[in-house]
């Protein structure tokens, strides 16, 4: 009809007259905006995830002293120990003791060679004997001048000159003596002996080391208390204190025992 196409406007696609599409358009539209709406609707229905409580612990903290705390290489000596050095010079020829050994006291140690010393008291013994025909001597000739002056045959002179004579003779044998005694008893000093009974130590020297009075040769020890020497740097001088405790500790950081400082030096090692 002319008037119900005049009053509807054409909604045709272009190439297609006589088909609608606007109103499933608007349909598809209202399905899905009512599905969103569903979907929002059980989202809000759905209840929220609990957590469950979790316990906490409180403690309240107190101040404590930390204590502040070195680890130094310390070495262990016997309160009773004797440092042997040799009280004289020469070459070691024998070696008596083993390290670790038990001796007494008068035990040979070592033994140094005494080949110069034993010339020496020869030659001192040598010189003391003709000293002694000298004396001899002189006696007899003072002897003789006591007849003549007593006699009045030689002066006073003589007979002084001759007393004079015997009793310088004399002098002389009485200083070689004492320095044959001397050199007998530096003899005896080129065989070490212990001092006193214990354990023998180390022994740093060995057979043909020339040795002198400040070589160590050994030490004896004494079975007994011992002290522990810690080498502290100076920069840590001021910490010191006596009364300090000290724990002793073996290599694998075991605790062997504890002491205290009692002792420190006033001297400063420069070693």
Not at 220 to 232: C, F, K, P, R, W
Not at 240 to 246: C, E, F, K, Q
Not at 256 to 267: H, K, Q
């Amino acid at each position: 009809m002319d008037g119900s196409s005049d009053s509807m406007p054409d909604r045709s696609l272009p190439g297609r007259p006589g088909r609608i599409l606007a109103p499933f358009a608007v349909l598809a539209v209202c399905l899905a905006l009512a599905g969103a709406a569903g979907c929002a609707r059980k989202q809000a229905a759905a209840p929220a995830q609990a957590f469950p409580a979790v316990l906490v612990k409180t403690k309240v903290l107190e101040p404590v002293t930390i204590p502040q705390t070195s680890e130094y290489l310390g070495t262990m000596k016997s309160r009773h120990s004797a440092i042997l050095n040799p009280q004289v010079d020469g070459q070691v020829t024998r070696i008596l003791v083993k390290s670790g050994e038990r001796v007494k006291a008068g035990t040979p140690l070592m033994q140094i060679d005494p080949l110069e010393q034993q010339a020496l008291v020869a030659s001192q013994q040598a010189a003391r004997a003709a000293q002694r025909a000298s004396v001899q001597y002189a006696k007899v000739q003072w002897e003789r001048a006591q007849k003549l002056y007593a006699s009045g045959v030689v002066s006073k002179q003589v007979y002084d000159e001759a007393k004079t004579t015997y009793e310088s003779a004399q002098a002389q044998l009485h200083a070689l003596e004492a320095q044959v005694r001397q050199q007998q008893v530096q003899l005896h000093y080129y065989r070490v002996v212990a001092p006193t009974g214990g354990i023998v130590g180390d022994i740093p020297v060995r057979v043909g080391d020339r040795v002198t009075t400040s070589t160590l040769l050994t030490t004896i020890d004494q079975a007994g208390s011992l002290e522990l020497y810690l080498n502290v740097p100076l920069e840590q001088a001021g910490r010191l204190r006596i009364g300090l405790p000290v724990d002793l500790l073996n290599t694998a950081g075991d605790l062997l025992g504890r002491t205290r400082i009692d002792f420190i030096s006033p001297e400063v090692d420069n070693s």
